[in-house]
Each structure stands twice: as structure tokens, then as C-alpha cells.
């Protein structure tokens, strides 16, 4: 019948959890405890007021040592608070350090008050091998992959982890942990920084059942890595192991969509891949560039990426949207010709590199020559070759968003401030705002300006729309125009489908993207859970773009309150539809835009 308030001040952190470890070495311990926490939140929320965890049952005991976890963004200051015996504070209980510090109140049954500081321990090390554990094989552990497996196992250095108890309440979600279940963790933690906090190790250290062996750690580690040499597709690097793979050689892969709407730019290693040849063997130090204008005898001109950086930087965010994404949903009307794909073919990232327009000028093509030689067309090839004939990547845009430089068309040399990677076209690739991911060519060996556009396979008989009554036999390719702008769109990402949630929820959070081509912004997001009976306007983040040059994505999310007619069928639809700033507005279905 005994109640316990912990009070607690976090300052000076981020999106971070908090363990605080009190030792109390009072009369009592709390046998089969039960915890509940006043406030109902999600992780990273904004700010978190002050709450407390009531514990039921007491009993006397000699020691007690437990522990509790905090998700916070906020910093907290109690100004009074009520506890067993209806006293209340006379002022307001603060704490200090540049971490944190707890204070813990007792009431016990003579309603004495104990406090005790708040302690860590930092004797842990995390993942080492710890002789009095059993060792699991590797192939052991990829087999407990859910609770019904006999638990969810990962890995994290030579440690062997059970988590299963642990998912549930992971700051993250659920879903998200999962991810790594049956391998290791190291590769999803280092999209999250937080988890390089010692407490962290600590909690995981807790739910550790054994080791792995040096040869398996060693193989973990080295995995992907061995290559055959005659192998073309030997030089792709190591991916990230959230990705869902959609085609191994050449490497496909989109997020899972619960990761999509989290980042409002979009992290290196789950942003898409898409290559359609293998990644090609280049080197900063021996990479050259050719610039040619038809036309113009003598005007071919080469670059070293020494020479690309000489040129004013020039950063700009984008997003890259491959012309296949969602072609799934397509595909569930009717099969459409084309690689798999959810929603997850698209990412936003700040590039950085020399304005094209720049680069051009150098090489003394301005807007008048441009039109006395009737370019039309700026082609870009790139240096990833088909491993069985000459053929090498190709597209090409219309000359004048290269010729002018609001469009902000880049040779870019960087990727969210780090040097572009190779599956992202090291050392050297083009980056078109606002235009489909196609045209966007890695690896770039060649810029030709020409009257013509590029006759590559991918620019004339591939990324074109036609007639839903066109079929495979009967498509003439050259009778439409490659695809460039993209049109509106938006998706949900979180709920991702399928989920099951509790039926007495009384709302639902929905989180997802939107975005449109050509540069025109996101004004408006609508979901419904009815069917359309009411629309619901999503909260937006958007970028801080111009008008007609809003290149970025917007992220969007909306609370919607569930009624029992919603649930009574045990199936709950949600839907989006976004509408950008020339009010065009993305179809409720995909049915009548096959």
C-alpha cells in the first residue's frame, strides 16, 4: 500500500535514453514490482514533463539495486509534486551534472524519506568474450529470429544477445530491432549514434547468454568482403543489412519504409541503391571528366576531380526517387515489366560539388552559343560498363537545366557532407534536381552537349509511360518521350502494412513522405482511415527551398482518431494523397493510372 516517487532533472541531452542505476541501501525491497509510468509518449517526442513510477507491492528486505529507463528530449523541472502522505514539496527538487543525477524518495511505513544519488558502472565491457558463457555458432544464432524460434538472438562483437523481452520497449520500436535479429547489431547501431553511450552496452551486457568464436567474429567482420576476381561484380562494396535486397548482381535495394519518414535526410546506408551494371573499378587519383560540345572543334576539355573542387562549392538538397519505385502497387492492378519495388526506391540527401552552368562557362558555352549550334541536349554517360559488351550507362536531360544555374545541377563530390561512396557514384556523379533518379548518372565519365538526346538503351527504350493498352508486343518506344519530372506523390511509412496494433487504441499516428518533380513543394497532405468519408490534413516539415525549386522532400505526419465503426472488421486502411504547388494531386489508387 506504499508508494515511490522518483524524481528526476536530465539536462544537456539528445535523443538519447537515460539509465539511472540507484542504489539504495535502505530496509526494503520491492518484490514483484510493477511499474507504471503516467505519461503515454513515443520515442523522440518533443518534451516530456515530469512523471512518476508508482511501485506496488513492498516488502522488507535488506537490499534492493534496480534500475529504470527514460526516453527524453526535454529538460525537467519539477516545481512540486505529491507524494504518499500528501505532503508537498515546499520548493522545487533540482539536480546537476552534465549527465545525470537522480534523487530517490521512499516513503516507508513510519513515512521516513531516504535519498540516495544516482551511480554508474563502468566495469562493463560489452561484447567481449566472457569465458563462463556457453559459444553459439553463427549459424545457431541466424535461427532465432522471433519468440516462437525460442527467442530473438543478436550479436554484438563476441557477444551472443537475447532480447526478446527487451523488443517491446526498445525507444525505437519493435519492428526496428528486429531488423537485426538472428545477426549483429553494429551495423544498424551506427545509424544511431546514441547507442555509443556506455549505458547503453550496460543495458544490452544485461541480456547477454554467451559468446561467439574468434573465427566467427572474424567471419562476421569479413563477410562480403572476399572476391572473386574474376568476378565484375568484385569491386560493390558492403551493404547495409536493413536493406531489402531486390536484386543481388546488380545490386537493388530499398529501406524497410519504417525507416524512410525518420530522417528528413535520408542516412548513406539506407538510402536506395540502384545500379544497373556492376560498380566500376575508379580511382580519385587517376579519374578524369571529359566535357564535349558538339560543334565546336577542339572544345573537348578534361578534369580531374582536383580540378571539379578548384570551382565554388555549391550544396543542394534533393531528392533522388528511382522511375520504378512503387512499382509493386502497379503490379498488384496488373504486372508491369520492370525490377520489384515498394516504396522505399527514394531518398533525400544534401549534394555537394561545381555547378555544371560553372564548369560550362569555363569551357565558353554560354546561352547564345548553345542556341546558335542548336544544342538541345546535355548526355551524360558513365563509366559502369556491361560486363559481356562495350555498353556503358547513358542519359541525358534538356540542355537548359544544365545551362542555368537556379536548376542547381551539379557535378557532385559529396554525399550529407562525406565523400560520395561507391554505390552512389564515387568519385564523381551528376545530381539533377527535381528529375527522376534515371537521368541522375554515377560515376560520370562524359558530359556531351549535342543536338541530339542520348541513344543509350535506358534513354530510348526504357523509363517511358504508355497506353494502359499497350503491351510488349506492340510498344513503339520512340512514340513517347523519356521520362524527366516525376509527378506528385506520397506514401505512408509508418504504420508500414501489415502491422497489427492494439484494437483499444483510441487514435493512430501516421508518418510518411511526399514529394513532387520539377521542383514543386509539398502544400498539402490528406489521409483518411474511412475511405474518404473524412480527410485528415497532415502536420508538414518541408524544406526551406524557393518556390519552383523546392527539390527536398517533405515528411508529414497525422494523428487520427479510431472509431469502433474503423476496427469492427479487424482490418484498418489507411490512406494518403498529397497535392504540390501547381495543385496537382496524387491519385486515391493506382487502379486508373496504369
Known amino acids: 500500500g506504499h508508494s515511490i516517487v522518483i524524481l528526476y532533472q536530465i539536462s544537456k541531452l539528445y535523443n538519447l535514453f537515460t539509465t539511472i542505476e540507484l542504489n539504495c541501501g535502505i530496509e526494503t525491497l520491492f518484490e514483484n514490482v510493477t511499474f507504471y509510468h503516467s505519461i503515454q509518449y513515443s520515442p523522440f517526442n518533443s518534451d516530456i514533463p515530469l512523471s512518476s513510477f508508482i511501485f506496488n507491492s513492498i516488502k522488507t528486505f535488506s537490499y534492493s539495486t534496480f534500475q529504470f529507463i527514460l526516453i527524453t528530449k526535454a529538460i525537467f523541472q519539477p516545481s512540486a509534486i505529491q507524494y504518499q502522505s500528501h505532503q508537498q514539496l515546499d520548493s522545487p527538487l533540482e539536480t546537476s551534472g552534465t549527465a545525470t543525477t537522480a534523487t530517490f524518495i521512499a516513503t516507508t511505513s513510519n513515512s521516513s524519506t531516504v535519498f540516495c544519488e544516482a551511480s554508474n558502472t563502468n566495469d562493463i565491457l560489452p561484447g567481449e568474450l566472457r569465458h563462463e558463457l556457453p559459444f553459439f555458432t553463427l549459424d545457431e544464432i541466424s535461427k532465432h529470429k522471433s519468440a516462437q524460434d525460442g527467442g530473438i538472438w543478436v550479436i554484438y ?77 568484385s569491386n560493390d562494396p558492403i551493404r547495409h543489412p536493413a536493406l531489402v535486397v531486390r536484386s ?20 548513406v546506408e539506407v538510402f536506395y541503391k540502384r545500379n544497373h551494371l556492376p560498380v566500376p573499378f575508379v580511382h580519385e587519383d587517376s579519374y578524369k571528366l571529359k566535357i564535349i560540345v558538339e560543334g565546336i572543334d577542339g572544345s573537348e576539355k578534361e578534369l580531374t576531380v582536383d580540378d571539379i573542387k578548384k570551382y565554388p562549392k555549391h550544396s543542394v538538397m534533393a531528392t533522388m526517387q528511382c522511375a520504378g519505385n512503387r512499382r509493386n502497387e502497379l503490379s498488384r492492378v496488373k504486372p508491369v515489366k520492370g525490377g520489384s519495388w515498394e516504396i522505399g526506391a527514394i531518398g533525400n540527401a544534401v549534394w555537394s560539388g561545381a555547378l555544371l552552368s560553372d564548369v560550362l562557362k569555363d569551357c565558353g558555352v554560354d546561352v547564345k552559343s548553345v542556341s546558335e549550334l542548336k544544342l538541345e541536349h546535355a548526355q551524360f554517360e558513365g563509366l559502369d560498363k556491361d560486363p559481356t559488351t562495350p555498353t556503358t550507362y547513358g542519359a541525358s536531360v534538356p540542355i537548359e537545366l544544365v545551362m542555368d544555374s537556379s536548376h542547381e545541377v551539379i557535378l557532385a563530390y559529396e554525399m550529407n557532407g562525406e565523400i560520395l561512396d561507391k554505390d552512389h557514384g564515387y568519385p564523381i556523379r551528376a545530381v539533377i534536381p527535381g528529375i527522376v533518379g534515371a537521368r541522375n548518372v554515377k560515376w560520370l565519365g562524359k558530359v556531351v552537349l549535342s543536338q541530339n538526346e542520348s541513344g543509350s538503351h535506358w534513354q530510348q527504350s526504357d523509363y517511358k509511360s504508355f497506353s494502359p493498352s499497350i503491351d510488349w508486343d506492340s510498344v513503339d518506344y520512340s512514340s513517347a518521350p523519356a521520362i524527366q519530372e516525376l509527378p506528385v506523390q506520397s506514401a505512408i511509412c509508418d504504420p508500414s502494412e501489415g502491422t497489427v496494433i492494439d484494437e483499444e487504441l483510441s487514435e493512430i499516428t501516421v508518418k510518411g513522405y511526399a514529394w513532387s518533380g520539377g521542383g514543386r513543394g509539398i502544400i498539402r ?50 490512406k494518403c494523397k498529397a497535392t504540390d504547388s501547381a495543385y496537382n494531386t496524387q491519385p486515391e489508387t493506382a487502379e486508373h493510372i496504369w
Open 157 to 233: 562483437k563476441r557477444g551472443v544477445y537475447d532480447i526478446t523481452e527487451f523488443i517491446m520497449n526498445h525507444p525505437g520500436g519493435a519492428n526496428r530491432i528486429k531488423l537485426a535479429a538472428g545477426g549483429s547489431i553494429e551495423p544498424f547501431w551506427k545509424l544511431y549514434q546514441q547507442h555509443n553511450a556506455a549505458f547503453v552496452h550496460e543495458i544490452l551486457e544485461e541480456m547477454r547468454i554467451g559468446n561467439i568464436s574468434e573465427n566467427d567474429a572474424k567471419a562476421l567482420t569479413e563477410k562480403q568482403q572476399s572476391s572473386d576476381v574474376n568476378d565484375p561484380y
Open 248 to 267: 543481388e548482381k546488380p545490386f537493388n535495394a530499398e529501406p524497410p519504409s519504417e525507416l524512410l519518414a525518420e530522417h528528413m535526410i535520408t542516412p
Open 525 to 574: 497532405v490528406d489521409v483518411t482511415a474511412d475511405n474518404g468519408k473524412y480527410w485528415h490534413t497532415a502536420e508538414l516539415e518541408i524544406p526551406d527551398q524557393k518556390r519552383n525549386h523546392v527539390y527536398g522532400w517533405t515528411l508529414w505526419k497525422v494523428t487520427i482518431p479510431l472509431s469502433d465503426e474503423m476496427k469492427k472488421n479487424g482490418r484498418l486502411e489507411l
